[in-house]
């Protein structure tokens, strides 16, 4: 989770790293013009106003009767909306994209704060029902957004891997794609774990000490385990050998279940630690993953 002191400290050579990236994929040609937008969304359910930034390819403002496929990004614990701007992010999308490595489509980043993406055992913060209730009718309203399934992906990092993950197992019939990088994946937490530092991460969220059935009843385990939901999902997830969680136990944890299941599925063990070092290294592979996923994607 990047709001520790141990996964925030490399970020000055996370954005090394992005610079490094950008120049391999560098094109001659000169970049074409693309922009951020970042406004809210009013929640009656949250009673707030929620941040977003929306990352419109160059032909958005072009051609105004175009209409893209849509990838939303769900930050760690501890970032922003912002982040994947701030952190150069944008950068890698803009060469790949320049590359013909990923096609032209929409990329939404919403604040989830430290909500985990899910309703809170105490019911104060339903950030579920707002996201799928609220948030992507509102931005798909306000964005030319191709309509269906096929046409919206979602991805994350570490928290918004769970995120991601979780709503795409649970929402399948809204997502065609699912990434996700370092997710925060906890099997079976033991009544022993409840007060263990990678287990302190998930907050007051599912319960002070947890809840483990409200755990497993919002588990990405749980909803895989359900009948053949999954069928026709395309799903990508990776993790570092030693994330300083643990995590990697989980999503190997979480391949084994689905290729037991026979669910079609990208996964891979990569070394690394959890950190925007990891991140930024593989950050590429889900961009194209989920461009090569909508209908629309660039030809190999």
Request: aromatic fraction near 14%; charge should be positive; proline fraction near 6%.
């Amino acid at each position: 989770m990047s709001s520790l002191r141990r996964c925030c400290a490399p970020r000055f050579f996370f954005l090394l790293l992005v610079a490094c990236l950008s120049a391999l994929l560098a094109a001659p040609a000169a970049r074409a013009q693309s922009r951020v937008e970042c406004a809210t969304v009013r929640s009656t359910i949250l009673s707030r106003a929620v941040r977003f930034c929306a990352l419109l390819p160059p032909s958005y403002d072009r051609d105004k009767t175009r209409r893209f496929a849509v990838l939303y990004h769900l930050h760690g614990l501890g970032d922003n909306e912002q982040s994947l701007v701030n952190w150069g992010g944008w950068d890698l999308v803009e060469r790949l994209r320049e590359q013909g490595r990923i096609g032209e489509f929409l990329i939404i980043t919403p604040d989830g704060a430290r909500s985990f993406y899910v309703n809170s055992r105490d019911g104060r913060t339903r950030y579920e029902d707002f996201f799928i209730q609220e948030f992507l009718p509102a931005i798909e309203q306000r964005y030319r957004a191709r309509p269906g399934r096929r046409w919206r992906g979602i991805t994350g990092i570490s928290m918004g891997g769970f995120g991601a993950i979780r709503f795409a197992f649970k929402y399948p019939y809204l997502f065609g794609s699912v990434s996700a990088h370092s997710a925060a994946l906890v099997e079976k937490p033991a009544r022993s774990l409840a007060n263990d530092p990678a287990m302190g991460l998930f907050g007051s969220v599912f319960g002070r000490p947890l809840d483990p059935v409200f755990w497993e009843r919002n588990s990405p385990f749980t909803l895989a385990r359900q009948g053949s939901v999954l069928a026709g999902l395309k799903i990508y997830f990776d993790c570092g050998q030693e994330d300083d969680y643990g995590f990697e136990a989980g999503a190997q944890a979480l391949h084994e279940l689905l290729r037991a299941r026979r669910i079609p599925h990208e996964f891979h063990l990569y070394p690394g630690r959890h950190d925007w070092i990891y991140f930024a290294e593989h950050l590429p592979a889900s961009l194209e993953f989920h461009g090569q996923s909508f209908p629309d994607a660039p030809k190999k």
